[in-house]
């Protein structure tokens, strides 16, 4: 029977009986939620009938939007003509393959080789048993430890949510014990206490200071994400990613660049690490593989580790089920070609990303906003009491809560992480469209402002 929760009376589709992820259960029953049913181009539409501008494409991941019919074309054909092959004990299927070519012809130079998971959460365990094999094949079987970053997201699975740095996360489960964590480069947190290039040298000497103690002969990797995505859009100093290279590299330690939200496009060229000015050893990729279409992550494997890990040492014992699924991979192949047939990242580098800057930026003139930063397609804006500062409006994040429920529920879908609202809006967005959302977000700070007395 499909009766609807109570709190959810207006949702016939709600029978309350779906575990929703990263939800309070017990709130969910009080407050319900939104169900869609339909996307159309870069709108969503919820179980009402309203449709929402998607700021944030989808979870980071319709960089495309949800109208691409050559992506839906090539799922359903492939699975007119196989539906399903594994990629174990020396097979694989045509599709995995030419995705496989596909996708290391995108890579930056030196990356030859993918494995493909089924999400980034999934990529990023695999990146821990890449890591390892590669230093037991080369001798060094003592080089075990990863440092992540305070606040960093890689994933909800053990290693993931392990290499994560999200306390929430940690405190509800028992962390992997050769994961450490060292400083993000924060800027605004530390306004007026430090300049960036401050934090970013701070950040980056938290990272040699951990591999020192820890002793770089023990220490394998360090991953992080170009920019922090789900930690609040946190874009770095300038010299934060050129002082992390140097350190890893005059350590041994290996860097894995997670681009699961970075890559694609996203922060205004194919890789986070090509805009950062950085070369990873292994880059995690999932989301907008596909176009968020259909799951499929992996990570990708530079020559320096895939040539240690395929000039023998036996069988690498790891892989999914799914991993290089047919279907996923046809999903892909046909988001790549879209990708690189089109001038796509070139228009969005050289014409949409700079006009979502400046559109952005306008908000900064809003007396509750702190800072507006954003790099490519991502944007985040800080939400203060009084401009110059960096104090707060309210404990618990509750006015970027406001802001972020009065912003869907009139049309926007944007998301709060503390207290700020954070935007990832699909690359093919138009200048109309972008000028659509930033007058939903005046408005939306306009309310906030109100609602918190602050007399805008
Ligand atoms: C940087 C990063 N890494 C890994 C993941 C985990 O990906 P998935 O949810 O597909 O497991 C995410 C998800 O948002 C992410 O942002």
New binding site residues.
């Given amino acids: 029977m499909n009766t609807p929760h109570p709190a959810n009376a207006q949702n016939t589709l709600e029978s309350g009986r779906f575990l929703h992820p990263f939800t309070d259960f017990a709130e969910y029953k009080q407050t319900g939620g939104r169900t869609y049913v339909g996307g159309e181009g870069i709108f969503i539409i919820d179980h009402q009938g309203n449709r929402l501008l998607d700021g944030m494409s989808g979870?980071?991941c319709t960089n495309l939007g949800y109208s691409q019919a050559s992506i839906k074309t090539a799922i359903t054909a492939q699975l007119e003509r196989l539906p399903f092959y594994n990629s174990f004990f020396n097979c694989t299927t045509d599709v995995t393959l030419r995705l496989a070519d596909q996708l290391c012809s995108a890579l930056p130079d030196g990356f030859e080789h993918v494995f493909f998971t089924n999400?980034?959460?999934?990529?990023?365990d695999t990146n821990i048993r890449l890591v390892h094999r590669y230093f037991d094949l080369i001798d060094q079987p003592e080089k075990k430890l990863i440092i992540a970053r305070t606040n960093g997201?890689?994933?909800?699975?053990i290693a993931?949510a392990s290499l994560g740095g999200m306390k929430g996360m940690h405190e509800q489960m028992q962390g992997l014990p050769y994961v450490h964590h060292v400083d993000q480069p924060y800027t605004f947190a530390q306004l007026n206490a430090h300049t960036p290039e401050q934090v970013g040298q701070m950040a980056a000497q938290s990272l040699a200071d951990k591999i020192d103690a820890l002793g770089a002969d023990q220490v394998a990797a360090f991953i992080a994400?170009p920019i922090q995505?789900?930690g609040g859009v946190i874009i770095p100093p300038a010299n934060y990613w050129p002082l992390i290279a140097d350190i890893c590299r005059s350590r041994n330690v290996l860097i894995i660049s997670?681009e699961?939200?970075c890559g694609f496009g996203r922060t205004g060229q194919w890789w986070g690490c090509q805009t950062f000015g950085f070369e990873p050893d292994l880059i995690?990729f999932?989301?907008a593989v596909t176009n968020g279409y259909q799951p499929l992550?992996g990570a990708a494997v530079s020559n320096k580790i895939a040539d240690v890990l395929t000039a023998g040492g036996g069988e690498f014992a790891h892989g999914f089920t799914y991993s290089g699924h047919p279907v996923a991979c046809a999903a892909g192949l046909a988001t790549l070609e879209i990708y690189q047939s089109s001038n796509l990242l070139d228009e969005v580098y050289d014409h949409i990303a700079p006009y979502w800057a400046e559109a952005l930026q306008k908000l900064s003139a809003h007396p509750i906003i702190g800072e507006v930063r954003s790099q490519g397609m991502l944007g985040a804006l800080e939400l203060v009491r009084s401009q110059g500062t960096n104090e707060r409006i309210a404990p618990d994040a509750a006015a970027a809560v406001y802001c972020r429920n009065f912003a869907i529920g009139h049309g926007f879908m944007v998301r709060q992480v503390g207290d700020s609202i954070i935007l990832s809006p699909p690359l093919i967005i138009q200048p109309s469209e972008i000028d659509q959302l930033i007058k939903g977000l005046w408005q939306a700070l306009d309310a906030t402002a109100s609602a918190f007395k602050l007399g805008a």
């Fill in positions: 979870l980071w999400s980034g959460s999934e990529a990023n997201y890689h994933g909800s699975t993931g994400e995505g789900a997670d699961v939200i995690t999932a989301k992550g």
